[in-house]
Structure formats: C-alpha cells, structure tokens
C-alpha cells in the first residue's frame, strides 16, 4: 500500500506483469491490465477518467496513486532529408533527443536512454558532455508514445508510423538495464507498441554483466559498438575496454545469440574514423577476429562534431572497407547519415547536458569504476 509520501506508479514504464502486480496488490483482477494498456498505449490516453470501462473506484484509486507523464517536447528540427529531432524534458529537468528516421518501407525511432553517457568514447558528442542521469521506464516508452502520437495526426498525407526503434541515441542502455529492460518490454508488447522483437535493437558500449542480464530478460536485437579489432586500439576509443576487452564480449554477445536461436545474429557496428581504424590491416585483423562469429555488420562513417579530432574516411575507403568483409562472407552495410544538419546522426545527440560527472565527485567515481 502507498502512504502520502510514496512516488506515483509511472504508469507508462510499466511492463504487463509489473502493471498486474500493481494491480494486484489494489485488489484487482488480472484482465484488468489489458484495459489500462490499451488505453495508455493504444488510444493515447493522458487523464483517468477517459478509462470509461474501468471501475469508478480504481479511477479515484488511480488519481491518488498513479499518473500518466509523457516527456515533454521543448522543440523539433526537421531535416531535408525527413529525419525529425525532439529536444525532450526529463523529470529531473535535464533535456535530451529523440530522434526519427522515416524510410520507404520503415520509420525508426532512436531513443536515448541516459541523459548524458558517463562511458567516453573518444569520437562520441554525447561522451564528451558527460553523464546527468537515467531516464526511468515512463521516459523511454514515453518517447515512443510523443512520436507515435505526433505522426498519427499528422499521417492524412503520408503513412508515417514507427515500425523500428533502436537505443542509439543518448546514454548507454545497458547501464540503465532496470529501466531499459521493462521499456523494451512495453514497447514489444501487443499491448503496448506490439514492435517486433527483431525490430527492437539495444546498442551497447559493451557492458558485458549487462548483456548477461538482457539475455535474462528480454528477445530483443542486440548490437554491440566494436569499433576496433583489438584490444590496444579498443582501450583507447571505447575505454570500457578496459574492464571487459574483447573476448570476452564476444563470448557474451555469442551467448546472447544462442539464446535468441532461430538463426538470429548479434550486429557488429563499426564506426570508420579516417587512418585510425579503417586501414587495411584494420579489416584483415577484423576479419581474423569474427571468423566463426555469425553475424551483420554495420559501418558507421564518422559523424564530426566541433573539437572531435577525428575525420570521415573517404568514400573510397569506405567502400574498400565495406568490399573486403563482403569478400571474406560478412553481410556488411554502411550505415548512411541522416539528419546531419541538423546534428541528429550517430554520435552527435548533444542534447543540453549539463553534466554532473564533472561537477560531483560521487558522480566522478562511479564513471571511474565503470572503465576501472
Ligand atoms: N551507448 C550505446 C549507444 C550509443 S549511440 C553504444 O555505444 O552502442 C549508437 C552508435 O553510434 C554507437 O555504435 C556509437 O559508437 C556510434 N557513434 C557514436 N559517436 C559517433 C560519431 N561521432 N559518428 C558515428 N557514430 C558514432
């Protein structure tokens, strides 16, 4: 039971079984939770007494005990090429962005997770700001609901429609796993999102205790940032190297992989920085490493961003790049850059952090502790 001080339940970020067992402990049937899903993620609803097929009681109970929050939208930027960015507000105050990415046959979502990232890759805009805070459950599925929602009154003219959504934009999901875990569940859910498992796709640094605990947990794509062929360059641009190298995480994402079966792979992204990671015996080292590795790969041009210190690799190399994974049997995209002017590709999600890594010294430590 809630006494006066207790938190509402943020009932956005409730997976089906945490909304039963909320509902549960209220006295109610477990039928109910269809009804409160549907209205919440199907019919958009923000105010309780809209629940018209829900008792009176449980809609005053609601009132005292529960809310309904999206974040809110501070602004948007539309690119030329269709890709769509929000500036969202968290709880906390702190703003981050959502952004998508419609296709011909597909919209993707890319959600943030963290306002911030407290791991510091050395080519990541995001990186460079440090880390804030979590985004709760509510806050992930509710970007979904924001864009869901945005798209649904404008779609008289085009058949917008989130059909993908994957956690590449702020924070490091995997770090955020209590929130992450029930938000990717809403999202797969029929009463929820009903987005296909193959279609949700956590992206991670490599936060090998947190793919364990995914694979616990959900069914959901995985994609893990790899970014170098071994461990000596890997220290250096993905500094959580260092507490889990290489080996390990493929042991890890190769146990995910078993785990999912039905012939699903883990996808390697690789982001391509000019005479850093993209020479030829950064591929034939590639190619060495993932031998007996199912599975995709994508390549990821470098997005800049003011004071990177890293360049794109010319078109030229990337192709050269791309040809010899395809050569050696790897299916092998690149990942091609949307929304670039108005900063919404891979790695450029600023938002408008204010970092507390750097103010707070409980804050310095725990990101120490996680390259330590
Ligand atoms: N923390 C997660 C999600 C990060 S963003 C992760 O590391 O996977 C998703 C992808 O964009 C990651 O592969 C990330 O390494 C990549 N990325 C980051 N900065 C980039 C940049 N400047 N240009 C291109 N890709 C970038």
Same mark, same amino acid.
């Given at each position: 039971m809630m006494n006066d001080c207790s938190p509402k339940? =943020? +009932? +956005?970020? $409730?997976s089906q079984p945490q909304m039963t067992s909320m509902l549960g402990e209220l006295g *109610? &049937? @477990?039928? /109910?939770t269809n009804q409160v899903m549907k209205w919440l993620h199907? /019919?958009?609803?923000?105010?309780? %007494?809209?629940?018209?097929?829900?008792s009176k009681k449980l809609r005053a109970e609601f009132e005292n005990i529960a809310e309904i929050v999206e974040p809110k939208v501070i602004s948007e930027k539309c690119s030329t090429d269709g890709t769509r960015k929000w500036l969202m507000q968290s709880r906390s105050g702190s703003a981050f962005e959502t952004v998508y990415i419609p296709e011909d046959s597909r919209g993707t979502l890319c959600v943030s %997770?963290?306002?911030?990232?407290? $791991? =510091?890759? &050395?080519?990541?805009s995001t990186g460079k700001q440090g880390f804030n805070s979590n985004l709760t459950s509510g806050e992930i599925v509710g970007q979904l609901r924001v864009v869901e929602r945005i798209l649904a009154a404008q779609r008289s003219d085009s058949e917008q429609k989130v059909t993908n959504v994957v956690f590449?934009?702020?924070? *490091? @999901?995997l770090l955020n796993a209590d929130q992450v875990i029930p938000a990717v569940s809403v999202m797969m859910d029929d009463l929820g999102y009903g987005i296909s498992k193959r279609k949700v796709t956590i992206s991670t640094a490599g936060v090998v205790p947190g793919i364990q605990r995914l694979k616990e947990n959900t069914d959901a794509s995985l994609a893990v940032? $790899?970014?170098?062929?071994n461990d000596q360059l890997r220290d250096q641009l993905v500094p959580i190297n260092r507490k889990y190298p290489i080996a390990e995480l493929l042991d890890a994402c190769r146990d995910y992989a078993l785990n999912l079966g039905e012939k699903r792979t883990v996808t390697i992204e690789y982001i391509l920085l000019d005479g850093v990671n993209d020479q030829a015996q950064h591929v034939r080292e590639l190619i060495e490493l993932l031998r007996d590795f199912p599975c995709k790969i994508n390549l990821i041009p470098f997005n800049g961003f003011p004071g990177s210190g890293f360049k794109r690799p010319s078109s030229r190399a990337v192709r050269f790049f791309q040809e010899k994974l395809v050569q050696a049997g790897y299916a092998t995209m690149v990942r091609t850059t949307r929304g670039e002017d108005i900063d919404a590709?891979?790695?450029? +999600?600023?938002? &408008?952090v204010e970092d507390r890594t750097k103010r707070s010294s409980r804050y310095q430590k725990i990101a120490q502790q996680m390259v330590d």
């Open positions: 339940h =943020d +009932l +956005l970020g $409730l *109610e &049937k @477990p039928y /109910r199907h /019919r958009f609803v923000d105010d309780f %007494s809209q629940m018209t097929d829900i %997770s963290q306002v911030g990232c407290a $791991l =510091d890759c &050395k080519f990541c590449m934009g702020m924070g *490091e @999901p940032s $790899l970014h170098a062929p590709a891979c790695g450029q +999600l600023a938002g &408008k």
